[in-house]
């Protein structure tokens, strides 16, 4: 029997730019991590000029936007060292991973000195994105070659989540199992068994598709402002899209992997496409790389009145002012939230967006299915690669399959696309899509059985998706609630970036009616981008606008008392938060009973951002947790004043970690999760835990300790000075002063208990209050037209 491998601390040999971020994430995590690099050729023979270089590259990366540490304090877990003086060190390291230079020579040099140090067992990996793993391993001992693999991360690696598994002929199976295993719950990561072949799976297919698109716009009429609208979002792309993702990466990198591709492989039968156009060629000579150079693609410049921005003609080779693309095509299909409805409506276009995606996309189609069994055996884990790796909704099978396979083949023929003869038996063999949904669970076509198997690793996942045909009990425009089965319910939010109104509200309700009558708990969870951007402020903004203001008090009352639903329901509720859970979606946390949140989980209290306090309870909800950590003395003052400022500069978490320093999630209570996959079915197994331990509705609270006028006066005070020295608007101040009036419990002499429906009361009747402030309006007109806060 194989024993129980235990992961505490990491050593990462190589502290740049993939280095150093690895540290991080791997820090992330709660591991203790060793950092090492070479000592600088000029330094002395004191520690510190010795660790210059390892020294250097964590602070920089430390400082590095947006940052790669879930909290400042996780960096206490990175230790430096170089590799002359500290390599022994490695011998209390449960895995070692290489991040050096990509070259081999280098890279055994340090596996050869790393091994005389590296107690057995221990595992031991490569982070290249070029180098063909087999060749590293080559001359070291049996132990080694027997722990050793590639594991490669996806820069920037808490982000994306893409870690390719690339094993040898000698790698154990165990170490294989368990390192998939670990980077999917441990590090969050989409873990994919990839083979030893040239840039593996996720940058082969991924570069083959950039490179498809570099050369389409060499030879056809089309711009790169045409091309980045046509591939970000509306197809389920990152914003970035194509060309402005390459200015992020950088063109001497995007330029190496498609050298690379072009000289190891070929025998592919589109290895000519990996030839790098003439105006790339001519871009990198001039340095224009992208973002690190300051030019690439595109170019910001700073003028008079603000920033002016510059796209690429590639026909001139000149800047450009950038201009507003417009397409048909894309009004028809905006108001299609059904992604694969959308890719239908695009494709059948007959216009030039069309034959952009056709031509463009067909061709990654017959590409991705004769890489198969080349890097892959099964279609999945291409899919799943360049997903994870670069961002994308629907992989080329998942694209295919909502297009419909056998109809789109017959669009590629006639273009003269050859899809790979696998593909054609599978139709033969009465299959007609790559996938399918049986039981709850996502299955794919298994190519040499014929026959359609669960995706490996994904037993354990609860995928909204995977059952809202056959377990929907109940829904509106706004929400969908499922039975997750053991009698634990979820409501599932989409509106559009879930946002919180009438219909929403009225969702909540139902679920708790229908779990209290029912069913043992409630989950709060959604597979959209975000969780819940708040609430509807173009609602709130036409009230007030027409002065419907007693209308707007019903409103608010009615979002006030469904949070007190939550919080007071006779079953469990749970919150599962990931992304953005902004105003309205924050209130909705507080309230729950507990809270399971994505690490990447950025949580914030924002309507002073647009001229008002949290109205849905979220202020009292602040009060009330004061009230439950204060001390005597200036202990008080100080508490309250934190709270303050968390609500008065809309302070928003950069993760899961940061919330609970900022009091949106609870210590010893709220949960992270890792892994989104698995964040729902955490979410119900701790609803049941509550469930079985015999949950208790609690009790309204009465008991809440305000501070009243002392406190109101250290904001005031505060607020003037601030105002005094430029730092905020005159409005500024009234916002500060009605949210201190409501966190202070009023203007009381002295401190006080009172109840949670009075906070509510003074929450209501102070948002209504500036709800008919001219300046507020202005502020939420803002947001609602061009998405951008306004001091005013």
Known sequence: MTPKRNIKKVAVLGSGVMGSRIACHFANTGLEVLLLDIVPQDAGTDRKSRNNLVDTAL?????????????????????????????????????????????????????????????????????????????????????????????????????????????????????????????????????????????????????????????????????????????GTIIGHPKSATFRTNDIVG???????????????????????????????EMISRKWLGAKSGQGFYRKEKGTSGSNYYSLNLRTLEYEPTPKVKFPVLDTVKNIDDMP????????????????????????????????????????????????????????????????????????????????????????NGAHSFYKIEHGKKLYYDIPSRAYKIIPGTEAFILLDNIRDTQTIWKNSGVTILDLGDGILNLEMHTKMNTIGGEVLEGINKAVTLAEQSYRGLVISNEGANFSAGANVGMIFMLAIEQEFDELSMVVKAFQNTMMRL???????????????????CEICLHADKVVAHSELYMGLVEFGVGLIPGGGGTKEFALRLSDELQEG????????????????????????????????KKGRDTVVMSRNRLLAEAKKECLKMADAGYVQPAPRKDIRVLGSQALGLAYVGANTMFSGHYISEHDVKISQKLAYVLAGGDLSQPGLVSEDYLLQLEREAFISLCAERKTLERIQSILKGGKVLRN
Not at 183 to 199: F, H, I
Not at 263 to 276: A, S
Not at 570 to 583: C, D, N, Y
Request: with cysteine; glycine share 6%.
């Open 251 to 281: 063109l001497d990198t995007m330029a190496l992997v498609a050298n690379g591709l072009k000289q190891n492989v070929p025998q592919d039968e589109e290895n000519e496409l990996f030839t790098l156009p003439p105006f790339i060629s």
């Open 341 to 428: 409805g959308r890719l239908k409506v695009l494709f059948a276009d007959k216009g030039k967006a069309g034959d952009f995606y056709r031509h463009i996309f067909f061709r990654l189609f017959a590409y991705a299915s004769n890489r198969i069994p080349e890097i892959a055996d099964e279609l999945y884990k291409i899919d799943a690669a360049v997903n994870a790796g670069f961002g994308w909704e629907m992989g080329p099978f998942e694209k295919w399959d909502a297009l419909g396979v056998a109809p789109t083949l017959t669009l590629m023929e006639q273009m003269g696309i050859k899809a790979a003869p696998w593909v054609y038996e599978m139709l033969d």
């Open 567 to 585: 919080r007071y329901s006779s079953v469990p509720v749970i919150a599962a938060p990931h992304q953005m859970a902004l105003g309205g979606g």
């Open 59 to 231: 602070a920089n990366a430390l400082r590095s936007n947006p940052s790669p540490i879930y909290l400042k304090s996780f960096a206490g877990r990175i230790s430096t060292g170089n590799f002359e003086d500290d390599l022994h060190r490695i011998n209390t390291c449960d895995w070692i991973i290489e991040v050096v230079v990509e070259r081999l020579d280098i890279k055994k040099q340090l596996f050869e000195q790393t091994e005389q140090f590296r107690k057995p067992g221990t595992l031991i990996t490569s982070n290249t994105s070029g180098i063909p793993i087999h060749l590293m391993a080559e001359g070291r001992s049996e132990d080694f070659r027997k722990h050793f693999c590639g594991t490669h991360f996806f820069n920037p690696p808490r982000y994306l989540k893409l870690l390719e598994i690339i094993p040898t002929k000698d790698t154990a199976p165990e170490v294989i199992d368990f390192l998939m295993h670990f980077g999917e719950q441990n590090l969050g990561k989409t873990t994919v068994l990839a083979k030893d072949t040239p840039a593996f799976i996720g940058n082969r297919i991924g570069v083959f598709s950039i490179m498809s698109i570099l050369h389409y716009v060499e030879q056809h009429d089309i711009s790169i402002d045409e091309v980045d609208k046509l591939t």
């Open 634 to 665: 200036d202990i008080e003052l100080n508490n309250f004043r934190q709270r303050f400022l968390t609500i008065g500069q809309a302070k928003v978490s950069t993760s899961a970690y940061e919330a609970f320093e900022l009091g949106y999630l």
